[in-house]
């Protein structure tokens, strides 16, 4: 059982940066590749990037590749996302995923889920 607990959203204005910082608890967060999801109102949940068990491969999004930058801390059981140059197209809550396994871009295949964090970028 992993717990999953989202924060540093809030709301900036266009072209700021924002740091989300997701806070594991349980065993074996090393094992888990992590993963950043967002979901605008009225849209479907999206990738946004995720993290191999090790940190050492990272995925994103086409959106947000260049702005965004995944990071992971095993000896803290930390995942954070830098973003970077913001818009509002980026508007959405943030949700910070874990699954057992190698790095994937689909939400069904994740295991564990945080509460999300509400991120609103104004132009």
């Known amino acids: 059982q992993v717990q999953l607990v989202e924060s540093g959203g809030g709301l900036v204005q266009a072209g700021s940066s924002l740091r989300l910082s997701c806070a594991a608890s349980?065993?074996?967060?090393?094992?888990?590749?992590m993963g950043w999801f967002r979901q605008a109102p009225g849209k479907e949940r999206e990738f946004v990037a995720v993290v191999s068990w090790s940190g050492g491969s990272t995925y994103y999004a086409d959106s947000v590749k260049g702005r965004f930058t995944i990071s992971r801390d095993n000896a803290k059981n930390t995942v954070s996302l830098q973003m970077n140059s913001l818009t509002p197209e980026d508007t959405a809550v943030y949700y910070c995923a874990a699954h057992f396994g190698s790095p994937t871009y689909y939400d069904h295949e994740y295991d564990y889920w945080g509460q999300g964090t509400q991120v609103t970028v104004s132009s």
């Open positions: 349980g065993r074996s967060f090393s094992r888990y590749a």
